[in-house]
């Protein structure tokens, strides 16, 4: 079984510029995380979402971030326009319905996002 | 809020040493508690868990228990191996699974 696919998995791009990255999640998981990881420093949710619906983009900098999960399955995440301190792995993860129980959340590769 | 306290790292051990990484935590309710790592170059995976007071997660020769009168989960393992060497994170979430919370790793080393 294929696990949580993120691309690309590196990034380099100027200040200013928009960035956009993607995830697949495992196939018949509902719920989709996207987490920030900065340096030395664990990851922080960013948002999450049940299916389609977004239930907590509190993290979120919306400012200048938007995710989006269309059809409920693959979600993209963007940041327009990018600044130095943006610079970090984006991290993605999925998993079934955390409604029932406590469920385990997997996670993909990452993409490491460098601003210069 | 809820959060995740977890020894500073580097931790450097030799073959078959004993390892323990501490961590501690402050949550209202009833969390479920996890130890993942990173492999280098690789995704964060679960490595063990426990959903309530008292109960033991293990994997891979690692251990932890969920100790709700010291809010701690320490990650043990009786002989550690070069292949362990990776970044080890404590985390927790409500009893949904909704959030997860890390600590912000360890990275372990060990050297034959």
């Known amino acids: 079984e294929a696990g949580v696919v993120q691309s690309p998995r590196y990034k380099i791009i100027e200040k200013k510029q928009p960035v956009a990255f993607w995830c697949n999640p495992i196939?018949?998981?509902?719920?989709l995380y996207w987490y920030l990881q900065n340096l030395g420093q664990g990851p922080e949710l960013l948002i999450r979402y049940e299916n389609e619906e977004a239930v907590d983009d509190s993290q979120l900098p919306k400012d200048r971030f938007s995710a989006e999960r269309l059809k409920g399955v693959d979600s993209t995440l963007k940041i327009q326009p990018a600044e130095l301190g943006d610079s970090a792995v984006y991290l993605c993860?999925?998993?079934?319905?955390?409604?029932?129980?406590?469920?385990?959340?997997?996670f993909g590769q990452g993409t490491r996002l460098t601003v210069v | 809020g809820d959060s995740v306290t977890q020894m500073e790292g580097p931790v450097t051990l030799s073959e078959e040493a004993f390892l323990t990484i501490n961590c501690t935590y402050t949550a209202t309710g009833y969390p479920s508690l996890f130890w993942y790592v990173q492999y280098p170059g690789e995704g964060l995976q679960l490595l063990l868990k426990?959903?309530?007071?008292?109960d033991k997660g293990s994997n891979k020769g690692f251990e932890a228990t969920y100790r709700k009168e010291t809010t701690s989960f320490h990650l043990e393992k009786g002989s550690v191996q070069v292949s362990d060497s990776a970044v080890y994170f404590c985390?927790?979430?409500?009893?949904?699974?909704?959030?997860?919370?890390f600590g912000a790793g360890t990275i372990l080393r060990v050297k034959s």
């Open positions: 426990a959903t309530k007071a008292d």
């Open positions: 196939s018949g998981h509902n719920t």
């Open positions: 985390a927790l979430s409500d009893r949904y699974g909704n959030k997860l919370v």
């Open positions: 993860a999925s998993s079934l319905d955390g409604r029932e129980g406590s469920t385990e959340a997997f």
